[in-house]
């Protein structure tokens, strides 16, 4: 398998996936600059965290413009694996690959720290290897990390099982008071309905190696290989 | 746009004039002598940001003198280019420093933080570094209190507006970027009132053979300038930093740059990118007095000259003056030597990132810094004189007397005054800050902020740091040089009790006035206290900062001399947090118990008093605490270990117990009488640590080989209560609710 690092100008976590994925994972692994045209040949695309364009307009709302951003809509609509963490979560929404929107964490603060996050689905490539109500210890850090849709959508995603992960406590309670941003239905990530386009708030990169003080994040990404029928290290 | 250069008529140079640039009439006469005729008004305006304090360190150089800067891990000497480098091993080498940004922030808390982390930042990767890791260091007027009709009074609602501002204005800028902030400190007290400190810290990594010097050479060579477009912010900054603030101060907001952290991450990376190329002979930041300092520094390192035309610098606005681009502090901003052939390199690379950059000028062979708007020449300055001949004043010092010994110790309700201090800003959990940091970006935070230490792990280099910043400037205004070695001390302390063995120093001197004689000699105590320090540690200083001026109408700040000390863990096993891990391990006291109260968070924060003779700090037996602990570490022996500051051993004991994951209890007899318990709690004695272990026999062995005092104080337990007996007295905390009290003081404060 191959991957991809999809990196915009203001792309701040791109080092750490690339680190991950080639170092920790030893997977194959290019940047690919967000000026390009094609991601042929590549079996999973990540679109990192960050302030693509400084978060100027809207947060990922430039990004979507970007040349790169035609290949990574064909990219997903052959089938291909797309994972979008944090500013990568807001740029599919803003480019619809995803549906709803993210809006300023209702503190208006930025808030980063360790959170649990409640496995809801793990019918999907990215949590195969997830147990349905797994607690993952995973960090966030995001200003705009409120999950908003209209209540059809919302309904949709009930429907499908789109949900993956909602903020919880770490007896997996999920509740007002678990809930770090927002979110409407607490919720931390969500799949497209064809379940190959996954977005997340919280970093699972910044829990792959257990010396960051969680490797929870590593189920995701064990996922993934599996999916792609790779072992990885680690 | 249309962005020529409006060459106005100069104004007449008069003694006002002069006057208003802060130039003194010996000064005056210098420059005439430098330049064998009068200047011109740029002229005049170019010396008067180069020679003040911020620039030439003309109060404090002599002074400066005094710290051991060589060693055999320094690659870089401080003062020699933006930032000192220290070697770690294997070929890599750090770049670290500290940098104010105090009056900006009093201006405008949001941009004057939010700059002070942008400069900092672009100090580090000129040097060819890249910036892993943040630290600051803050010190703020009271957030809490309120008026005899219990309302918040002013100045508190001002010093909460403040606190906020910086607080956001870091995180703006440093989780834009994409530089973790992982660590730091933050002091509250009257004496900041007015005069808020902010002094930034970072830290870069970066191979031996990859250290950018920056200095103009290769006669011929192009000299390019790169990142944002010049507009007429932050004017003449670096001159505001060098007065004191009054109540004028406000309209000097023009003075205060804004900052683009976006557009300094497309800068760092562009940079970075062009520095593997070979086409850099030098590269050089424009920070405090910008295109001036950038052009005449590099041009007097080089021995060279350096001619820039103002006509081809980017502009933001039109009808700027030569004057004013020139004296312009915007941000992100470079100015690079290429060597000549190599300028396609250049401007593919910032094409790329999508950045302004234009070929300014050329290397000469005359040195000269020489400014010409297309054909006529507005500027000719010989550069060497410019930049590093500045006067040097040898300020009048008059001792303050020494701090009378306390005649009374205060006693009072012992069992309120835990919670009393634990809920006191200064020592409260400060995660209401360090929430809004990304301190996890660059996955390399292997110790949460909260703990002594900082700690990271450079993957590029695979090294594990720690990090720390600390002054107690309490301490200090009692006795500036006792206050000093203090802070050299409890950050050589902190770094043990992480587990790492101090490399290097960085220091940042916040002081008031220096033509006040008793302002400068807190500065010359201050500056021998810490180089006593650095040379008992074996740690040389990097570089850092000089502040002066940090005065309000108040009066001058207590001084400030913060310490920012980087050390190395050599194994992920070393790593050591200050929390108790688990119920049954025995608490253990090394060092002794100490009975110093003078200066002590107790006096001040329960009784209001600034007074007594501050702790003694003994350097031998630091030392030797320090190798014991790191010994202890190193032989698995040590779950948990916590430097006793301010607070005293009460405070030690309680913040171990409540503020890792988890809380835990603990019972503590310190099984001596006589000593007054408010003493025995809460004095702040230095060279003392409070661990916890599973082996207790083997670490009072260990100690007593080697000579260290310690012994056993009591044992976590999986009680619901922290109980501490002393001469005969037992009381009782619930643990639950001193962390209540302790992680919601400063949210609550916030949200009052």
């Known amino acids: 398998m ?25 997977v194959p692994t290019d940047y690919v600059w967000h000026k390009e045209c094609s991601l042929s040949g590549y079996d999973l ?34 089938g291909g694996l797309l994972l979008g963490i944090c500013n990568g979560f807001q740029i599919l929404t803003e480019s619809r690959l995803l549906p709803g929107v993210l809006i300023r964490n209702r503190s208006l603060s930025f808030i980063c720290e360790h959170r649990w996050l409640r496995v809801e689905n793990n019918n999907s490539p990215f949590l195969s290897e997830a147990r349905n109500g797994q607690l993952l210890n995973i960090p966030i850090a995001h200003g705009e990390g409120n999950y908003m849709a209209s209540p059809e959508t919302l309904a949709e995603l009930e429907a499908n099982g789109q949900i993956l992960l909602r903020y919880s406590d770490a007896e997996g309670n999920v509740s007002d008071a678990t809930n770090p941003n927002g979110s409407t239905a607490n919720i931390a990530g969500i799949c497209n309905a064809k379940r190959n386009v996954f977005g997340l708030m919280p970093h699972p990169e910044r829990a792959a190696d257990p010396r960051l003080g969680s490797a929870d994040g590593s189920v995701i990404f064990q996922s993934i290989f599996k999916t792609l029928g790779v072992s990885a290290a680690a | 746009m249309n962005t020529a250069v409006y060459l106005p008529k100069d104004p007449e140079i008069t003694p006002e004039v002069i006057a208003a640039h802060g130039i003194t009439p010996e000064e005056y006469d210098r420059i005439v ?48 280019e933006n930032a000192g480098v220290i070697d770690i091993g294997d070929g890599w080498g750090i770049a670290f420093k500290m940098e104010s940004h105090n009056h900006p922030s009093a201006i405008e808390p949001f941009q004057g933080a939010a700059t002070g982390v942008g400069g900092i930042i672009r100090d580090i990767f000129t040097m060819g570094a890249r910036p892993v890791f943040g630290l600051n260091s803050l010190r703020f007027g009271p957030i809490s209190g309120t008026d005899e009709k219990g309302e918040t009074p002013a100045n508190v609602r001002h010093n909460r507006r403040l606190f906020r501002g910086v607080v956001e204005g870091i995180a703006h800028y440093g989780n834009c970027i994409g530089v973790p902030t992982i660590g730091g400190e933050v002091y509250f007290d009257e004496t900041y009132e007015g005069n808020p400190l902010v002094n930034v810290f970072c830290l870069g990594i970066l191979k031996h053979e990859q250290i950018a010097r920056g200095a103009a050479s290769g006669i011929g060579n192009p000299v390019f300038y790169v990142g944002a477009e010049t507009g007429r912010d932050g004017l003449a900054g670096a001159a505001f930093a060098s007065r004191e603030l009054t109540e004028e101060s406000k309209e000097d907001r023009p003075a205060v740059q804004v900052g ?11 940079c970075l990118e062009l ?27 080089g021995g060279t000259g350096v001619e820039i035309d103002l006509e081809k610098v980017p502009k933001r606005e039109p009808g700027m003056t030569p004057y004013e681009i020139l004296l312009s502090e915007s941000q992100e901003r470079m100015l690079i030597i290429v060597h000549k052939g190599k300028e396609d390199i250049v401007r593919a690379i910032f094409e790329k990132w999508d950045l302004p950059h234009a070929e300014v000028g050329v290397v000469k062979d005359d040195g000269l810094m020489r400014v010409k708007v297309g054909d006529v020449t507005v500027a000719e300055i010989p550069a060497r004189d410019l930049a590093d001949e500045a006067p040097v004043y040898h300020r009048e010092a008059a001792p303050q007397p020494a701090p009378a010994p306390l005649t009374l110790i205060p006693s009072g309700d012992l069992e309120a005054a835990l919670p009393t201090l634990l809920a ?96 400068f000699w807190q500065l010359r105590e201050a500056v021998e206290g810490l180089a006593e320090g650095c040379r ?26 913060t310490v920012g000390m980087v050390g190395l863990i050599e194994e992920q096993a070393h790593v050591t947090q200050s929390f108790f891990r688990r119920a ?52 698995g022996l040590v779950e948990s270990a916590h430097d006793c500051a301010e607070g005293g051993l009460a405070v030690t004991l309680a913040e171990s117990a409540i503020g890792g994951q988890e809380r835990i209890g603990a019972e503590i007899d310190f099984g001596i009488t006589g000593l007054a318990p408010e003493v025995l709690l809460f004095n702040e004695s230095q060279a003392r640590v409070v661990i916890s272990t599973r082996d207790a026999d083997a670490v009072l062995r260990l100690a007593a080989e080697r000579g260290t005092p310690a012994r056993v104080i009591g044992t976590t337990t999986s009680g619901e209560t922290l109980e501490i007996t002393a001469d005969g007295t037992t009381r009782k905390w619930k643990v639950a609710e001193l962390h209540r009290t302790w992680s919601c003081s400063i949210g609550n404060q916030m949200s009052a």
């Open chain 2, 424 to 519: 006191d800003p200064t020592l409260a959990s400060k995660q209401w800050i360090y929430r809004q940091f990304d301190h996890m970006v660059r996955i390399g935070t292997t110790v949460l902020p909260g703990s002594d230490s900082a700690v990271f792990l450079v993957r590029e280099a695979d090294k594990i740091l720690a990090a720390t910043s600390d002054c107690n400037a309490t301490y200090c205004v009692l006795d500036p040089r006792e206050g000093a070695r203090a802070a050299i001390a409890e950050a050589a302390r902190n770094l043990a009790c992480s587990g790492a063995i101090p490399l290097a120093v960085t220091d940042n001197l916040n002081f008031g006035n220096p033509h006040k004689p008793e302002n």
């Open chain 2, 260 to 270: 683009d952290p976006f557009k300094e991450k497309l800068l760092l990376e562009a």
């Open chain 2, 584 to 635: 049954g391990d025995a608490i253990l006291l090394l060092g002794e118990l100490g009975d110093e109260m003078g200066g002590s968070h107790y006096l001040k924060v329960l009784h209001g008093l600034k007074q007594g003779v501050p702790p003694k700090v003994d350097f031998k037996k630091e030392r030797a605490l320090h190798d014991t602990l790191r010994e202890l570490i190193r032989s």
């Open chain 1, 2 to 26: 191959k991957a991809a690092v999809l990196r915009f100008p203001g792309s701040n976590c791109d080092q750490d996936c690339y680190h991950v994925l080639s170092e920790h994972y030893r």
């Open chain 2, 33 to 80: 002598k430098i330049l064998k005729r009068e200047p011109n008004y740029t002229e005049l305006g170019i010396f008067s940001v180069m020679w003040s304090e911020h620039c030439s360190y003309k109060n404090s150089r002599p002074e400066l003198k005094k710290f051991p800067v060589t060693g055999p891990t320094v690659l870089v000497k401080a003062g020699e």
């Open chain 2, 275 to 301: 520095l593997t190329t070979d086409a850099v002979a030098g590269i050089q930041d424009m920070g405090a007095a910008g295109l001036t300092c950038s052009t005449c520094e590099t041009a007097s390192r």
């Open chain 2, 536 to 561: 008992a540690f074996e740690v040389p200083v990097t570089g850092g900062n000089v502040s002066l001026y940090n005065e309000s109408p108040a009066g001058a700040i207590d001084p400030t001399p």
């Open chain 1, 45 to 78: 695309v990540v679109l990192p965290g960050g302030f693509s364009y400084g978060d100027y307009l809207r947060t990922g709302a430039i990004a979507r413009f970007s040349p790169i951003m035609k290949a990574v809509a064909d990219h997903a609509a052959a």
